[in-house]
Nanobody, 127 residues
Framework: QVQLIESGGGLVQAGGSLRLSCAQSGRASSGSAMAWFRQAPGKEREFVAAMNYAGSTYYQDSVKGRFTITRDNAKNTADLQMNNLNADDAAVYYC?????????????????????WGQGTQVTVSS
């Protein structure tokens, strides 16, 4: 059974930074992609960033240059470094993992395509 556990959320002032971490227990599949999504109140869950097993990274346009996704394949962890946070970044952030048939594939940005999810961690940005 695969479990994803997020940590690192909290309250930060606008312009500040947070680092989210995701620890995967069990093994989704050798070569799985990992990603971060977020969901603000009243909005749909949206893609934030992903990394395939080969190390290629993908970002939502609004976070490019501010957020960085990293992963440690040996430890089955994925982190999201978030810098220069603003009010639009406030949301519950979810870690996700899935196997897309190849460890070099471009991961899907559709939340429905991801099989495993964490419980979420709250990020609040104060002005």
């Amino acid at each position: 059974q695969v479990q994803l556990i997020e940590s690192g959320g909290g309250l930060v002032q606008a312009g500040g930074s947070l680092r989210l971490s995701c620890a995967q227990s069990g093994r989704a599949s050798s070569g799985s992609a990992m990603a971060w999504f977020r969901q603000a109140p009243g909005k749909e869950r949206e893609f934030v960033a992903a990394m395939n097993y080969a190390g290629s990274t993908y970002y939502q346009d609004s976070v490019k240059g501010r957020f960085t996704i990293t992963r440690d394949n040996a430890k089955n962890t994925a982190d999201l470094q978030m810098n220069n946070l603003n009010a639009d970044d406030a949301a519950v952030y979810y870690c996700a993992a899935a196997w897309f048939g190849s460890w070099r594939v471009i991961p899907s940005r559709d939340p429905g395509s991801w099989r495993y999810w964490g419980q979420g961690t709250q990020v609040t940005v104060s002005s």
